[in-house]
């Protein structure tokens, strides 16, 4: 069959034979599968009849998914989890025995950096941090002979770190060991790991990949033995499995993926262009710009930019809530990667327990926004900005945007 585009293979790949067959893949909302006989039922779990046994480690619906995010990613196989922090848990499970270590970015998704810095020890492996991951030389003196796999977020959630991921590729081909990339920003639709010479490409599929914040999960993607060994001696015991359900949200995410990230990032382009000439806004950190220190990596690894950002206001604590209350299209909410878009004010929220001592140090000031653009009509986007801006200046110009205008108290 030739080569088919992105798209063709999201709507398409890793068909199973459903019968009666249907538009959409059916969801097996069913932890077992009745057996013919006892001897099929003998030949499926030996693994001599194609078959499913139990819905902790295989299910009709997952495995439609699995495969086609096997396809995606351009691996042999996938796991699907229960959310994207299972993926990472299952997979250094899987790879590491007491004694060893991971070497990692320390620019990690917070539940990463508490899993590596505070999990792992519980099971006798530890984290050795790169905290200069730009560098190949870090990554390179941090390896020791008990290190296991290296593991990379690029792009970084919150910090939008950018990876030379071929550059890291060679290094751990170089020392025999798996490089493992957190695609779940970019998603595959924009970045693929696997063909930029990685072994194993995690994500929270909580994010772009369902698109409309309605289903956790996870997966990890990479090859057969890696994926078996996680499906027969890890979710088996461990039992992070994902939901028919949500396999059939992911399903239909990854439908419409390719065309929903090339709005996300057309959008968070011309927001990012917009924020950057803002006089009530300090500096932007989104690697689209060409200001930005990571821009020159984008082009030879990445198809866009992918939608999220963040940005300083040029203002105290208080204007960044007012602005935030004011904004009226823009969702505030403890999320990112959805059709919708949402703000996060990291100094009153995810940040607040840090205290402010350790906020400066993490570069987190009391105005900065963490920012993921939505797919809505960039032009009601800037609007719903810049009055926001104007009621952080001046509450004057408030005036029905706050809630307590919305929502008088009651007298
Ligand atoms: C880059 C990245 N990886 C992993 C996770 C964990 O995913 P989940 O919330 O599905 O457990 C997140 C969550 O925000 C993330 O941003």
Redesign the pocket.
Known sequence: MPKQGFTTKAIHAGKIDFHPDSMSVPIYQSVAYPYLDAREAADIFSGEKPGYTYGRWDNPTVDAFERRMAALENTESAIAAS????A?FLLAHHLLQPGDNVVSSNR??G??FGLFGTGLPKMGAEVKWVTNPESIEAWEAAITPRTKFLFV?TP??PSLFIADIPALAALAKAKGLPLVV?N??ATPALQQPILLGANLV??????YICGNATS???IICGPRDIIEGIRQNGIRYLGPAMAPLNAWLNLNGLETLELRMERHCHNAMEIAKFLEKHPKVNYVNYPGLESNPYNKLIKPQMKGVSSLMSFELNGTYEDATRFIDALQIITHATH?GTNKSIVTHPASTTHSAMGEVEMKKAGISPSLIRFSIGIEDENDLITDLAEAFDCAENPAKCKGRLTQDKYPLAT
């Open positions: 959310s994207g922090m299972s990472i990690v998704y539940g990463t977020e970084s959630n957190d779940t920003i995690v994500h929270s599929t909580t994010k956790l999960g996870g990112l």
